[in-house]
């Protein structure tokens, strides 16, 4: 490997959450030293998820198909759908394991200064997809994940807002979020406790 080489792999690596300068040349010359156990398999799984997964058409949760698994499992509730910021977000509610029923991924909050409006979060979408959940469905809940910030409270509002008028019931997380937390940092006993205790919107 070129100097040239290294310099961009620690390069690279030190742009991940959670990676500085140091800890970027710490693992990058710990992939060196297991090339065969560490870096080829980690090359080959980079490759695969790049190339192969996608947002889903429904709910934009990663997948390798066309739908992910959670809006192909029948047995998940139709009638309840859960608005998240992100995928993590989505991750880290079924890994708590307190919630069966559909997701939808915003992928991020509404932000003018980083150029996140209703156009790049899907905003569109979603409303055609809860009108034709409401559609089919007589009593629907539709609860706003969003973030406890100020990015994530702007977000529900906006969306509850568009989604006014539809035959839907809105409700927000509760008790055990902390303003300013984010879902993807909470443990899993917090967030059964938001869900148990979401409040209507409006």
Known sequence: MS??????LIKRLGKLPGLGPRSAQRAALALIKNKERDMLPLARALYDVAHYYKPC???????????CLICNDPRRDENRLCV???V???WAMERAGVF?????????????????????????KLVSYVTSISALHNACEIILATSATVEGQTTAHYIAERLEGLSVT???LAHGVPVGGELNYLDDGTLALAMKARTPVG
Do not use: A, H, W
Not at 3 to 8: C, E, G, K, R, T
């Open 84 to 86: 998240v910021e992100d």
């Open 57 to 67: 058409v429904q709910c934009n949760n990663l997948t390798e198909l066309d739908k």
């Open 3 to 8: 100097d040239d080489s290294l310099q961009n």
């Open 100 to 124: 069966q029923g559909k997701y939808f991924v915003l992928g991020g909050n509404l932000n003018i200064m980083d150029g996140r409006g209703p156009t790049e979060l899907g905003i569109e």
């Open 88 to 90: 993590s977000d989505l």
């Open 170 to 172: 809105l409700s927000r």
